[in-house]
């Protein structure tokens, strides 16, 4: 069976009137690079080109969101906290 991993991530949210978050659409990829060929009229031209392959879309609801949170949190202890840390910082 072929490996599957994702190092590339996309996220959708959907809100309703007041705002508050209803659903989350978290979108895993493969993003990698490959070589390409094209025809000129000078002949042959290859290139690298980035590609992004979608692997799966995983939608929460907002307890699901809260769930995986707390899991994320339960798992890595002191490191999620200072993983927030850091992303807070990068805003």
């Not at 991993?5 to 978290?26: D, K």
């Not at 907002?62 to 490191?79: F, M, N």
Request: net charge negative; charged share 25%.
């Amino acid at each position: 069976m072929k490996p599957y991993f994702s190092n590339a991530f996309g996220i959708a949210r959907n809100a309703n009137q007041n705002g508050r978050t209803v659903e989350l659409q978290l979108d895993f990829m493969m993003q990698y690079m490959d070589g390409e060929t094209k025809m000129t009229k000078d002949g042959p031209v290859s290139a690298s080109v980035r590609k992004r392959e979608p692997m799966t879309s995983v939608l929460l609801t907002r307890e699901g969101v809260v769930a995986l949170i707390g899991l994320l949190h339960k798992t890595l202890g002191d490191e999620f906290d200072e993983i927030v840390d850091w992303c807070e910082r990068q805003e």
